[in-house]
């Protein structure tokens, strides 16, 4: 009987060790990955606004007006950018001043380091002829004045409604093309 209780006590030390060797390893292991998870978050600084009004310019003439309820800029540090989670409306301007086309969306997101915009949900585009373009997504690429698509759009004009996939166009929305056209239809005048 005195033999079994010497080895009980080696025993429970055996596994009194490796239960401290294992909380230790445990430690480190999460004080590392708290360590790596804190550095991403200073590194994805959050600053938000609310009611903002973005102006871009282009050789001090007006280029665009972007509206928001609620902006939340990110200081990524690689990459920049800034979420409009509850939508967005924007206008474009000629070199007169004059507003050419007008665009919004559910959703917005902003590169900053690209200057590529990217609408996304209910995106509608009109420009002053009236003809108006609706798809899911939308890419409006500041450096290049273009705005484009890969997904499916509709454009209402006057006489006739045109599908298709794919969609090309100058900001105002007055020359553009879709690149893989469906389907037209053809409305008829009630004037």
């Known amino acids: ?14 596994i009194a060790v490796a239960f401290h060797a294992t909380l230790v390893f445990s430690c480190k292991h999460n004080a590392d990955e708290i360590k790596k998870l804190v550095d991403a978050e200073i590194e994805m600084s959050l600053e938000t606004a609310k009611d903002v009004e973005l ?6 003439l007006l280029k665009a007006k972007i509206n928001t309820p609620l902006m939340e800029r990110f200081k990524n540090k690689d990459n ?7 939508g967005l409306t924007a206008k474009f301007f000629n070199k007169a001043q004059n507003e050419e086309s007008n665009i919004r969306a559910d959703y917005g997101i902003s590169y900053e380091n690209s200057k590529i915009i990217t609408l996304k949900k209910n995106v509608v585009l009109v420009n002053v002829e009236g003809e108006q373009l609706e798809s899911e997504e939308l890419q409006w690429d500041q450096n290049t004045f273009k705005i484009y698509s890969d997904k499916f759009v509709t454009i209402t004009r006057k006489n006739e409604i045109i599908y298709g996939d794919g969609f090309e166009s ?3 929305f007055t020359r553009y093309k879709i690149l893989k056209p469906t389907g037209r239809v053809n409305i008829k005048s009630t004037d």
């Not at 920049?80 to 509850?86: F, G, I, T, V």
Request: hydrophobic letters at 35%.
């Open 170 to 172: 100058n900001e105002s």
């Open 80 to 86: 920049p950018y800034m979420e409009m989670k509850k």
């Open 1 to 14: 009987m005195g033999h079994r209780a010497s080895k009980s006590p080696s025993m429970l030390l055996l």
């Open 55 to 60: 102006i871009y310019t282009d050789s001090a």
